[in-house]
Structure formats: C-alpha cells, structure tokens
Nanobody, 121 residues
Framework: QVQLMESGGGLVQGGGSLRLSCAAS????????MAWYRQAPGKQRELVAV???????NYAEFVRDRFTISRDNAEKTVYLQMNRLKSEDTAVYYC???????????????WGQGTQVTVSS
C-alpha cells in the first residue's frame, strides 16, 4: 500500500511564505515524476509544478519565480516552497507521484489527500 502524506498548509498573509511537504511511504521500488496540483473552490484542479526523477523542475506560468519545487529521493519526499503568496493562491494543494512497487511492471499514479492553503489579503 503506497501513501502520499502532505503537510505544511495553513493560513498566511498576502506576501508571506509557506513550505509544503509530501512524503511517500509503503512498498516502493522507484518514484518517477513528483508534482503539486491545486484546486480552488469552483475551479478545476491545475498543475502547479512538476519535478523529474533527476530533479529537473517545470512550473505553471502563474507561479514561476515565486514557487520552488524540490525533492529528496532518499527521503521519498517532494517539497513546494511558496513565496510572495497572493490571495489567488488560495486552494487545496495536492501531491502527485508516479510510483512503481516492487511487483509492478509500470509506474502507477498516486495522490495525496490534500492540504489547505489560505492566503488572506
């Protein structure tokens, strides 16, 4: 059983910072891409940032130069450092990862339960 557990969400004033973490646990052989998505009320879930197994990041245009995604492969953890937060960043943030178990023949897609980020204006 593979699980992704997010932490680090909360309430912050506009212009402030938060750091999200997401740790993978369970029967894991290898982790490929890891990513952060978000979903605001009444809107579709959207990609925020993704990082390859080798550590190459890509960002949505709306967070470029404000957010930084990173990962620690040894700890099976992905991070999202969010700076200069805006009220429009308010959303539930979800961790996503492509994970291969010891008996899997391909990567499977997993989601965390989500963590609320609220930015007050």
């Amino acid at each position: 059983q593979v699980q992704l557990m997010e932490s680090g969400g909360g309430l912050v004033q506009g212009g402030g910072s938060l750091r999200l973490s997401c740790a993978a646990s369970g029967r894991i052989f290898e982790i490929n891409k890891m990513a952060w998505y978000r979903q605001a009320p009444g809107k579709q879930r959207e990609l925020v940032a993704v990082i390859s197994r080798g550590g190459i990041p890509n960002y949505a245009e709306f967070v470029r130069d404000r957010f930084t995604i990173s990962r620690d492969n040894a700890e099976k953890t992905v991070y999202l450092q969010m700076n200069r937060l805006k009220s429009e960043d308010t959303a539930v943030y979800y961790c996503n990862a492509e994970i291969m178990g010891p008996y899997d023949s391909d990567y499977l897609n997993y989601w965390g339960q989500g963590t609320q980020v609220t930015v007050s204006s």
